[in-house]
C-alpha cells in the first residue's frame, strides 16, 4: 500500500468513525429528508434517549455532518440539519440501507 492509499483509507476510517456507532446512522438517514427538532428527532428515533441523542449531535456537528440552527431565542426553535457535507454522505447510508434490506429478506440478517 502506498502513501496515498494510507491517506484514503485514514480518510475512510475517519468517516466510519464519526458515522459507524449506535444510533448515528439512524440520525442521519433521518435528517436525510429535512431539518427536525430534537423532540422530532426523538420521535423518529423512538428507541434512542435524550442523553444519547444530544451526544450524537454534538459528535455530528464537530464533525461538520450536522448543522445546528436557531430560529429564535427558544431553545424549543433549534433545528438540525445536515450540512452539504453530510448530505455527502447519502451514497453511504444509501449503500448501507441496501445491504440491511438484503439481508432482511434473505434471512441471512446476524
Given amino acids: 500500500m502506498n502513501q496515498a492509499d494510507d491517506l484514503q483509507t485514514a480518510r475512510c476510517m475517519q468517516v466510519l468513525s464519526v ?5 448515528t446512522l439512524a440520525i442521519v438517514m433521518t435528517l436525510q429528508e429535512s431539518g427536525m427538532r430534537f423532540n422530532e428527532l426523538r420521535r423518529a428515533i423512538p428507541k434512542v434517549n435524550a442523553v ?46 441496501a445491504v440491511a434490506l438484503d439481508l432482511e429478506r434473505s434471512g441471512d440478517a446476524p
Fill in 19 to 23: 458515522i459507524g456507532d449506535l444510533w
Fill in 52 to 97: 444519547t441523542l444530544t451526544n450524537r449531535l454534538r459528535k455530528l456537528e464537530d464533525a461538520g455532518i450536522v448543522s445546528r440552527v436557531e430560529e429564535s431565542r427558544s431553545k424549543q426553535s433549534t433545528v438540525y440539519d445536515l450540512t452539504p457535507f453530510g448530505h455527502k454522505l447519502q451514497p453511504i447510508v444509501d449503500a448501507v440501507r
